[in-house]
T-cell receptor, first 113, second 116 residues
Framework: GQQLNQSPQSMFIQEGEDVSMNCTSS?????WLWYKQDPGEGPVLLIA?????ELTSNGRLTAQFGITRKDSFLNISASIPSDVGIYFC?????????????FGKGTRLHILP | KAGVTQTPRYLIKTRGQQVTLSCSPI?????VSWYQQTPGQGLQFLFE???????NKGNFPGRFSGRQFSNSRSEMNVSTLELGDSALYLC???????????????FGEGSRLTVL
C-alpha cells in the first residue's frame, strides 16, 4: 500500500535553531500537506502544496513540493517553544473522489530550555 | 464557527466489548474521515464518508465500521475489542470533496480509547 516515510522520528533542538524534516514516498503524489499536532489536540494544517517544485511559506515555516513529486520538505526557522509538537506530512495521489489522504508517522519536535 | 466535535473524549473498555464513537463535523462540511493514531504507526486512515456513503476505506479488519447520517454526523464502531485497538481515534471533516478537494482536513480533538 501507499506509504510515506517521514524523518527524523524525533528531534531535540535548542530554542532559536532552525529545523528541517522531510517526507518521501515510492509513489508520485499530486498534493503534499504538512500538519502540526499540539499535545491533546487534533492536527492542524500548516501548509498545502499542489505543484511540483512549489515553495510556500507560512510565517517561519517553509515547505517545498519536491520536483520528482515523491518528496516534500518542511523547514522551521528560529524555533520557539510553541513549535513543540508532532509534525505530520500527508499526501494525496490525485484529486478525485477515490484518493484518500495518507499520513506519515510524524516527527516529534522537542525544544530544550 | 464551531469546530469538529468528538464524543466521548476518553473511554475505557475491556477486551471483547464493543464501542461507538461519535463525530459532529463543522457546519456545512459533508465529508467525514476517521483516523486511528498510535505512537508507533502515526495516523492510519480508517474510512471516509460523504453523503451517507462510504467513499473510501483503509486496511482495517471488518470489526471497524462506520456510518454517516443525513445531517453529516458520523459514528464509528469497533466490535470485539482487542488490546491493540487502544488508540486515539480522530475524526476530520472537510467541505464538499468534489468542489473543494484541497486536502485540508479539520480535525477534532479525538476520542482516546483504552482497552484493558
Amino acid at each position: 500500500g501507499q506509504q510515506l516515510n517521514q524523518s527524523p522520528q524525533s528531534m531535540f533542538i535548542q530554542e532559536g535553531e532552525d529545523v528541517s524534516m522531510n517526507c518521501t514516498s515510492s509513489s508520485i503524489f499530486n498534493t503534499w500537506l504538512w500538519y502540526k499536532q499540539d499535545p491533546g489536540e487534533g492536527p492542524v494544517l500548516l501548509i498545502a502544496l499542489y505543484k511540483a517544485g512549489e515553495l510556500t511559506s507560512n510565517g517561519r515555516l517553509t515547505a517545498q513540493f519536491g520536483i520528482t513529486r515523491k518528496d516534500s520538505f518542511l523547514n522551521i526557522s528560529a524555533s520557539i517553544p510553541s513549535d513543540v509538537g508532532i509534525y505530520f506530512c500527508a499526501g494525496q495521489r490525485g484529486r478525485n473522489r477515490d484518493d484518500k489522504i495518507i499520513f506519515g508517522k510524524g516527527t516529534r519536535l522537542h525544544i530544550l530550555p | 464557527k464551531a469546530g469538529v466535535t468528538q464524543t466521548p473524549r476518553y473511554l475505557i473498555k475491556t477486551r471483547g466489548q464493543q464501542v461507538t464513537l461519535s463525530c459532529s463535523p463543522i457546519s456545512g462540511h459533508r465529508s467525514v474521515s476517521w483516523y486511528q493514531q498510535t505512537p508507533g504507526q502515526g495516523l492510519q486512515f480508517l474510512f471516509e464518508y460523504f453523503s451517507e456513503t462510504q467513499r473510501n476505506k483503509g486496511n482495517f479488519p471488518g470489526r471497524f465500521s462506520g456510518r454517516q447520517f443525513s445531517n453529516s454526523r458520523s459514528e464509528m464502531n469497533v466490535s470485539t475489542l482487542e488490546l491493540g485497538d487502544s488508540a486515539l481515534y480522530l475524526c476530520a471533516s472537510s467541505p464538499d470533496p468534489y468542489t473543494a478537494n484541497t486536502g485540508e482536513l479539520f480535525f477534532g480533538e479525538g476520542s482516546r480509547l483504552t482497552v484493558l
